[in-house]
Nanobody, 126 residues
Framework: QVQLVESGGGLVQAGGSLRLTCAWS????????MGWFRQAPGKEREFVSA????????YYADSVKGRFTISRDNVKKTMYLQMNGLKPEDTAVYYC???????????????????WGQGTQVFVSS
């Protein structure tokens, strides 16, 4: 089992930036794709971004494309989400997720991810 721990959330004004970090431990996820999801109050959890195990391919939801950047460092066992140009509608709890071992390719469905962090709150004020 893999443990995922997010950090880096907080309160920021519209137009500002935050960098989320997801640290993993336990069974290695080096050979698995990972991603970020978010859930706003009263809404369903939604896909934000995903990255292959090598980091060579990334994918973004249309709502964050051009503003967010996903990356990972497999040596440090850490994944990042750099969020620039934040908008009030980005306010949500952000979750780090990992696919099962040897699931190398990007996925966007919640059901494709077997490991989840506890979430970190991002609040963007207008």
């Amino acid at each position: 089992q893999v443990q995922l721990v997010e950090s880096g959330g907080g309160l920021v004004q519209a137009g500002g930036s935050l960098r989320l970090t997801c640290a993993w431990s336990g069974r290695s996820t080096n050979s698995a794709a990972m991603g970020w999801f978010r859930q706003a109050p009263g809404k369903e959890r939604e896909f934000v971004s995903a990255i292959t195990w090598s980091g060579g391919r990334t994918y973004y939801a249309d709502s964050v494309k051009g503003r967010f950047t996903i990356s990972r460092d497999n040596v440090k066992k850490t994944m990042y989400l750099q969020m620039n140009g934040l908008k009030p509608e980005d306010t949500a709890v952000y979750y780090c997720a990992g696919r099962d071992r040897n699931k190398l390719e990007i996925a966007t469905e919640i059901s494709a991810f077997g490991s989840w962090g506890q979430g970190t709150q991002v609040f963007v004020s207008s």
